[in-house]
């Protein structure tokens, strides 16, 4: 097993377990975390804690620090997408998907037929008589019409885990640090739609946040606003679910989690509650979704993204998986398959900012 995070301090390890969430939403935030760590046997001031999360941002072992954006709360929506293309025309098919803006990330996965799995992110649809899930359709009409080859659509049905949460050895082992309530009182809002300053503060937020002593301060001087207006805003964004949570995202790679396993199941409807939440639970469970089957082609209606550090221990965890499964019926090897990512096609990441423009009241 390859330790591609020895080099990392004791001080770097509790940061990245630390803060993968509930960082505060206060004037001056490295404070009161830094206190946190001091409390956990982790001696650091308030600006030696940002000077290495800045360091950290730089080096590329964080992908960034701030609010991750829930873009579906937004505005618009989104839909995994697979697709065979043939291998004699493997990147020419590849070179059209990507063309299109409205594909966000795109993998080349294990698989015998579908190689080629993308998202499509959309804005709402300009006619108000239509959904963006009517957009995405369209979307994949004309990806059809470009590359000759059928597309599979598989939205989220319903979504039971989205934590992408990586711990390693050091501190703060179980990541439990939520320092979320110590921003300002603030009431959910029942709108679905932005107001023109909450879109420009999405659009700022949402690759990032400066690394400084004052983050939030920093972000009204952007926006021309007041910081308490940012600070509460981006906490109620966190009560209301538009932000998922506010901390350091790591570079998972970096840290060495290079096994990204897919595992799809074939999951009879009736447990399809139960092992849901179940497989949620998991602490090596990232992602986890049910989505639709399209007959004679893809019989699966339940994903689980796991992650490993070697494919030994990948391996490991999808028998966990497996072996929770069990517990609700018999499965079969035709019930459950593992595609691993060979090959990242395409990361361009939603584009929020169209997104909450079609939102905008």
């Not at 001056?28 to 941002?57: H, I, K, N, S, Y």
């Not at 002593?213 to 308490?228: N, S």
């Amino acid at each position: 097993m390859k330790e591609v995070d020895a080099e990392l301090s004791t001080l770097d390890r509790a940061i990245i377990n630390a803060f993968q969430g509930g960082f505060p939403v206060t004037e001056r935030p490295f404070e009161p975390a830094a206190a946190a760590l001091r409390e956990r046997g982790v001696d650091v001031t308030g600006p030696e804690l940002c000077q290495r999360v800045r360091e950290l941002d730089e080096a590329g072992t964080l992908s960034r620090f701030g609010a991750l954006v829930k873009a579906e709360e937004i505005g618009g929506a989104a839909s995994l997408v697979a697709m065979h293309a043939p291998e004699e025309r493997f990147d020419e098919v590849v070179e059209q998907v990507n063309e299109f803006r409205e594909v966000a990330h795109n993998y080349e996965r294990e698989h015998p037929h579908l190689n080629v799995w993308f998202v499509v992110s959309v804005a709402d649809h300009p006619d108000p008589n239509k959904t963006a899930a009517d957009r995405i359709e369209e979307v994949l009409a004309d990806i059809e019409a470009a590359t000759g080859q059928e597309t599979y659509n598989l939205p989220k049905q319903r979504e039971f885990h989205v934590g992408a949460k990586f711990l390693i050895e050091g501190p703060v082992p179980d990541g439990d640090v939520d320092l979320s309530d110590l921003g300002p009182a603030v009431e959910p809002s029942d709108r679905t739609t932005l107001t023109a300053a909450e879109r420009d503060l999405v659009v700022e937020i949402q690759g990032g946040l400066p690394v400084t002593e004052t983050p939030y301060a920093d972000v009204a001087e952007r926006l021309d606003a007041d910081v308490d207006w940012v600070i509460r805003t981006i906490n109620r964004f966190n009560r209301e679910g538009k932000v998922r949570r506010v901390g350091v995202i790591p570079n998972h790679y970096a840290l060495g989690y290079t096994e990204n396993g897919m595992t799809v199941w074939d999951v009879p409807e009736e447990v399809l509650e139960e092992v849901g939440h179940e497989v949620a639970a998991l602490d090596f469970v990232t992602h986890c979704y049910q989505r639709p089957r399209h007959a004679g082609v893809w019989e699966y209606n339940f994903f689980a993204m796991t992650h490993g550090r070697t494919e030994a221990e990948s391996e490991r965890r999808v028998s966990q998986v497996r072996d929770l499964m069990n517990d609700y019926w018999d499965v079969n090897e035709e019930d459950w398959d593992t595609l691993f990512s060979t090959r990242i096609l395409k990361k361009t990441g939603i584009r929020i900012d169209e997104r909450a423009d079609g939102n905008t009241a």
